[in-house]
């Protein structure tokens, strides 16, 4: 059983549909990170949190401690957003990091 | 400024070959962790440095691998008798300290063993 489970795997939208992209753990967490991989490229970090709501441009990313979710949320989407999106927690003192599996976005022009 | 940086890009090795890969943190990060892609998979936890403690090695998959962090900076990953299922990028990332801060990525270095 993974300690973190994203859908949908894959995604595929149009320019300017507003995606969501949802993540649930298993676990008792410290935080939540949602990372970004370009294809033949490397991870950038979007956000981490561990409460609440964090927007950044077009990005916005939402937990609910109870219900141990979060969604990663892009806004007038676009073609340059196309890559894959990882969910990952860190547990206990903030060294223990378990990821999912990853979610694949295309957006089509 | 300058990222986390990893060398070599790529690495093609024979199996039962040694292997070293090498990461070069951002300068005051104090956290350092090794991760592994295999093709179409997650991303796997290997090894985690933070300071001068002792490093947690609970992901590493075998005694084959070995990773060190001299005086708290580069970290070096071993793979020793490398065989197939070692193929895979390996992803070396620094943080200010631990979990709890942005995580920042190098580009990974990708090694086949044929």
């Known amino acids: 059983k993974n300690e973190v489970e994203q859908s949908p795997q894959n995604l595929t939208a149009q320019e300017g549909e507003f995606i969501t992209i949802n993540c649930s753990y298993s676990v008792g967490i410290s935080a939540l990170h949602w990372l970004q991989q370009h294809p033949g490229g490397g991870i950038v970090s979007l956000f981490m949190?561990?409460?609440g709501k964090k927007k950044h441009g077009r990005l916005i990313a939402t937990i609910n401690i109870q219900e141990k979710h979060s969604s990663l949320h892009i806004t007038a989407s676009h073609p340059r957003d196309s890559a894959v999106y990882i969910c990952?927690?860190?547990?206990?003192?903030?060294?223990?990091?378990?990821f999912g599996t990853g979610t694949s976005l295309t957006v089509i022009p | 400024g300058a990222g986390v940086s990893q060398s070599p890009s790529n690495k093609v090795t024979e199996k039962g070959k040694d292997v070293e890969l090498r990461c070069d943190p951002i300068?005051?990060?104090?956290?350092l962790y090794w991760y592994r892609q295999s093709l179409g998979q997650g991303l796997e936890f290997l090894i985690y440095f933070q300071g001068n403690s002792a490093p947690d090695k609970s992901g590493l998959p075998s005694d084959r691998f070995s990773a060190e962090r001299t005086g708290g900076s580069v970290s070096t990953l071993t793979i020793q008798r490398t065989q197939q299922e070692d193929s895979a990028v390996y992803l070396c990332?620094?943080?200010?300290?631990?979990?709890?801060?942005?995580?920042?990525f190098g580009p990974g270095t990708r090694l086949t063993v044929l």
């Open positions: 300068s005051g990060h104090t956290a």
């Open positions: 990332a620094s943080s200010l300290v631990g979990g709890y801060n942005e995580q920042f």
């Open positions: 949190l561990s409460s």
């Open positions: 990952a927690v860190t547990v206990g003192t903030g060294n223990q990091f378990y």
